[in-house]
């Protein structure tokens, strides 16, 4: 249990790939046959961005000088309350310990070892507050959440600190008594755990949207910090520790899983859960760059859904950079993310297409959602201030996603106050219940929402039944069915509509450069089984002409068996007819 402390000088990173004893190795040539050799391997072991990072600190670049300060700045004390489940201890340490790499000033180390050992789990007053890795030990506070904290720290700390892993310890409940033995134990004690028992680990049943083997559970933020700490843990430990390879082993089994699960469901980009997708999408590209590092295998990276995304997330932002669509949580979930993007443009290079339209979404939300506002340690490891964006002339005025059931237009992008429109018509993909059921919504945005979505809609703050006249959707009234006049959660795109031709999602789509249009059924999206008889209409068509730069056309076609269909609208001031038609507010 006590790993021999590298040869390599503190702080002295390899910059190149060749094999010896202080340098980082590539794949396959020591330990599990897997891992590279050598320590740091996170991250670090990738050479041209290494390369960056270190000139960077040469040139005293304002991201190395932020993160510095930070370091200089910041106590190694977390006080009580500040912390939520491990967040502030992941950032500390990952801040320290990247100051300690890039400097190799112990007091960097120190510091992050600090955070690490001192046992302050003691005096938690309530297991959500955090308190230090080593010690923690509540695994089942919040059905496991803390593993995307305390693992992904522990990780870190062993790779980035491994000059220190044969410190002498003494944890009560583990046996090893140096720091590396102890913080393996540590690691595997969480990760067991969460296989037997953490949310939407990969047999729950809570999270089995559909059939096997493509059952959804990859889509679960809870899973995408399970396969973000596993991926970690793989690589940090590697050959060092007996457990290496079977934890390896399950990292590669729970990656495929969930990008299984989200190149099935969203191969064009887009995730259901709002904020909490943004922080999904980071945690899996967060993953695949561990692993990509970590190993040599550049597979990690080839998912098309984590390569699509970034052009959904620039489709999805309007011009002014100050909205983004409204797709799931909380009604609030309107601004754009920059945390994610700056690891897909690492991902996938700077200078990349992908990395380039990631930098022209960047571009376009840098007054909403900065990257320098992100923590000063991602920033600087990840995010190139020199990237530059593409011409926005090149980049279509539309995106159509049919698996995901969302299509986005503007009329144009060099005006700050285009108009800017979504509509989505999909079925219910979510394990968590964190997704709108708001199939048939659309939205539209005009320099500020003059289209929205007026209601809380997250299931935990509204029952199902009070959902849907917050989208500007449908309810069906008075029904007698025993069905609710809402969209039901849960309900899945893999039940048929009631004439059992199609499941529910987007049918239609053309981009005439003058008009968009679009038109999808959704009936079964108000089933209160998956049968014909549980469903109030034979069909519900919702066609969304888009005559740019700013003329909306909606024909909802409605072949009613139950209850009175209701449509609903919502602007945020009252609407005024004018010329020969008119809008009216809620419903018509």
């Given at each position: 249990d006590s790993p021999t402390p590298t040869t390599l000088p503190v702080g002295t990173l390899p910059t190149t790939t060749t094999t010896s004893s202080t340098t980082t190795t590539m794949a396959g040539s020591v330990g599990d046959g897997n891992v590279i050799s050598g320590h740091p391997r996170i991250w670090l072991s990738d050479p041209a961005n290494f390369a960056r990072i270190k000139a960077a600190v040469s040139a005293n670049s304002s991201q190395w000088s932020k993160l510095k300060t930070f370091c200089d700045n910041t106590s190694a004390s977390i006080p009580q309350g500040y912390a939520y489940q491990g967040d502030l201890?992941?950032?500390?340490?990952?801040?320290?310990?990247?100051?300690?790499?890039?400097t190799g000033n112990a007091t960097y180390a120190q510091k992050a070892l600090s955070v690490l050992t001192t046992n302050d789990c003691t005096s938690m007053q309530t297991p959500t507050y955090g308190c230090s890795p080593l010690y923690f030990n509540l695994y089942?506070?919040?059905?496991?959440y803390g593993v995307r904290n305390y693992v992904p720290a522990l990780a870190l700390a062993y790779d980035w600190l491994y000059p220190y892993m044969s410190t002498a310890v003494s944890v009560s409940d583990l046996t090893a008594k140096t720091l590396g033995g102890a913080m393996t134990q540590r690691i595997n004690a969480w990760l067991n755990w969460y296989a037997k028992s953490g949310y939407c680990r990969v047999n729950d049943p809570n999270c089995q949207n559909f059939p096997s083997p493509h059952t959804g559970v990859g889509i679960a933020n809870y899973f995408s910090g399970y396969v973000l700490a596993q991926s970690m843990a793989a690589i940090a430990v590697g050959g060092d520790d007996s457990t290496g390879a079977s934890i390896y082993s399950t990292a590669n089994t729970l990656f495929s899983a969930g990008i299984g699960d989200m190149d099935t469901y969203f191969p064009e980009g887009h995730h259901p859960e709002g904020s909490y997708g943004a922080g999904t999408y980071e945690r899996y590209l967060l993953a695949a760059t561990t692993l990509r590092w970590g190993t040599g295998k550049t597979a990690y990276l080839k998912s098309k859904w984590m390569m699509n995304y970034p052009a959904f997330k620039l489709a999805a932002v309007t011009n002014d950079?100050?909205?983004?669509?409204?797709?799931?949580?909380?009604?609030?979930?309107v601004a754009p993310t920059s945390n994610d993007s700056i690891v897909s443009g690492y991902a996938y290079g700077w200078t990349s297409p992908i990395g380039q339209t990631t930098a022209t979404y960047l571009g376009i939300v840098s007054g909403s959602a900065p990257a320098s506002a992100n923590d000063a340690w991602r920033t600087f490891l990840f995010y190139d201030s020199s990237a530059v964006g593409m011409s926005l002339t090149t980049v279509a005025k539309s995106l159509n996603t049919p698996t995901a059931g969302v299509v986005l237009a503007r009329s144009d992008w060099t005006s700050a106050t285009a108009t800017w429109a979504s509509l989505q018509i999909a079925g219910w993909t979510d394990t968590e219940g964190e997704?709108?059921?708001?199939?048939?919504?659309?939205q539209i945005y005009k320099g500020s929402p003059l289209l929205i979505n007026a209601g809380f809609g997250d299931r935990w703050?509204?029952?199902?039944?009070?959902?849907?006249?917050?989208?500007n959707t449908f309810s069906f009234e008075n029904r007698t069915d025993g069905g609710p006049k809402g969209q039901p959660w849960f309900t899945t795109s893999s039940c048929p509509n009631p004439?059992?031709?199609?499941?529910?999602?987007?049918?239609?789509?053309?981009?005439?450069?003058?008009y968009v249009f679009a038109s999808g059924e959704f009936s079964a999206a108000y089933q209160k089984s998956c049968s014909a008889a549980g469903v109030p209409a034979n069909f519900v068509v919702r066609n969304q002409l888009y005559v740019r730069p700013d003329l909306f056309f909606i024909y909802d076609q409605v072949s009613v068996k139950n209850g009175t269909p209701m449509e609903h609208f919502h602007f945020p001031?009252?609407?005024?007819?004018?010329?020969a038609w008119s809008v009216f507010p809620d419903s018509m």
């Open positions: 201890q992941l950032l500390n340490i990952a801040s320290f310990a990247l100051c300690y790499q890039m089942s506070t919040d059905d496991g950079g100050k909205f983004y669509i409204d797709d799931g949580t909380w009604h609030w979930d997704q709108y059921a708001n199939a048939g919504q659309f703050g509204a029952s199902q039944q009070d959902t849907a006249p917050y989208y004439t059992g031709s199609d499941p529910i999602g987007l049918k239609k789509f053309n981009d005439g450069n003058d001031t009252s609407p005024v007819a004018r010329r």
